[in-house]
């Protein structure tokens, strides 16, 4: 007998569980980062037009398709034409690979939040020197023999316990809270951060657009990002809307969600980029990890209550990290329970060991595995993992995706779904946008990224 499905308790339970999917550690770090590099405003205008163009219509297209068909991303693409139902396989490959290592980085959040709320933040922004050699303290914690593999499993086993009670008992109650405190803490630090002395240089490069700064790579940078930071192309939409009543507006749900995202994205600049300049050296707006374990504890230690400020940042980066990594398990599970039936607990116990057998490679893949990382094409095993799935798998599935609704199941299909409790007026827009633009666009991601992964071009 069929289980019968879960859903969401209404609009804004689906509105903050889907933002909270949307909203993570690439809205914290990775964003500022990005604007930094490609100009500052143009690249957060840049950004706004693709947020609310391409990513709107992506987001619409697999949240409708989870809605119509009811089931998790697998089963969803079979049901629509079972000639593309390895879309739906390659749709669930993707949470599988990223889930582990991206609770690697949320255990490394936890880690620096412990280490504030116990006093020790000034730890975090030491220089140690070993043997002649200077290390940070985040070198040295991600190279310890064993130790992040404890709190990778920390974070891994609080996502397992909040999708053991399920869709509205679970994921729903979780992101309710979590997602207005996430907004309230960002609002909070990026305010006190734009009082400091030497900010306002920053935020007037942050939010100025530099028309002469505006390039062909800025286009890709927001792109790259817009995939990284929505959940879109790694079966959550799909499986988040089967979850999803069908009297909601669809529409508007979905640009409720995008708005989510972007804001928490721009908050999250106005925190770092004043906050790095004021700290006195703009070049250490790095790109990756570096940013938020080694530049931003420098800058809370120069801070007046930067200790304070720095628990406060690394609890809501644990929010935005936990919100996302529940709806990548939520993901895998809602295919076991569909696939093979069984019940939620054996499908969280099952997911929650295949994770963590993945999750040790990246957890010790700068320590105590290194000598089998892939050092030779400049990854290790967290970085591959994340080479994988975002730059190669992502945008090939969105493409697939955009060629089988535009061409073969037909753009009305889904414009008829997102008609379903309450008019949708931007039919024409969609179609051209999912036909034509997207494609072309996320093909250029596609090959750019490559290239950029493989040390041949820089983007």
């Known amino acids: 007998m069929a289980q019968k499905r879960s859903s969401f308790s209404g609009k804004m339970g689906f509105i903050l569980a889907a933002a909270g999917s949307a909203v993570g550690l690439g809205n914290i770090w990775r964003f500022p980062y990005l604007a930094a590099e490609y100009g500052g405003g143009i690249f957060l205008l840049t950004y706004i037009v693709l947020a609310f163009t391409l990513g709107f219509a992506l987001l619409c297209t697999e949240i409708a398709i989870g809605r119509k068909t009811g089931k998790s991303v697998i089963d969803a693409y079979k049901t629509l034409d079972k000639r593309f139902s390895f879309l739906g396989w390659l749709g669930a490959t993707v949470p599988i690979i990223i889930l582990p290592y991206y609770s ?107 028309f002469a700064k505006f390039s062909f790579t800025t286009v890709l940078a927001a792109m790259g990002q817009l995939f990284y930071s929505m959940s879109i192309a790694m079966g959550i939409m799909v499986t988040y809307g089967s979850y999803m009543k069908k009297d909601i507006n669809l529409a508007s749900s979905a640009r409720s969600i995008a708005v989510f995202d972007f804001g928490i994205a721009f908050l999250a600049g106005l925190m770092v980029i004043p906050a790095v300049f004021a700290g006195g050296d703009s070049t250490q707006l790095s790109k990756g990890a570096g940013l938020m374990f080694a530049t931003l504890p420098k800058v809370f230690e120069k801070m007046p209550g930067g200790h304070i400020i720095g628990a406060l940042f690394f609890l809501l980066v644990f929010f935005a990290a936990i919100t996302s990594s529940i709806s990548l398990m939520e993901t895998i599970v809602s295919i ?20 963590l057998v993945l999750g040790a490679l990246s957890a010790l893949g700068y320590g105590t595995l290194s000598f089998i990382s892939i050092k030779s094409i400049g990854f290790y095993f967290l970085e591959m993992f994340d080479f994988i799935t975002n730059s190669v798998m992502m945008p090939i599935i969105a493409f697939i995706t955009c060629l089988f609704v535009g061409y073969i199941l037909k753009p009305k299909f889904i414009i008829k779904e997102m008609n379903i409790g309450g008019k949708f007026t931007g039919e024409k827009f969609y179609v051209v946008m999912i036909k034509y633009i997207a494609p072309v666009c996320i093909l250029a991601i596609l090959v750019f990224s490559v290239l950029e992964g493989i040390g041949i071009v820089k983007v």
């Open 104 to 210: 690697v980085i949320g255990g490394w959040v936890i880690k620096y939040f412990t280490h504030y709320v116990s006093g020790n933040g000034s730890d975090t922004a030491k220089i140690i020197e070993i043997d002649g050699a200077k290390n940070s303290f985040f070198d040295l914690f991600i190279t310890d023999a064993y130790e992040p593999l404890l709190w990778f499993a920390i974070f891994l086993g609080l996502t397992a316990i909040i999708v053991l009670f399920g869709v509205e008992k679970g994921i729903e109650k979780v992101s309710k809270v979590m997602m207005p405190l996430l907004v309230l803490l960002t609002m909070g630090i990026a305010t006190y951060v734009l009082f400091m002395d030497g900010a306002i240089e920053g935020l007037v490069y942050y939010v100025k657009p530099d």
């Open 336 to 355: 076991f329970i569909d696939k093979k039936g069984w019940s939620r607990k054996t499908s969280c116990f099952v997911v929650l060991a295949i994770s």
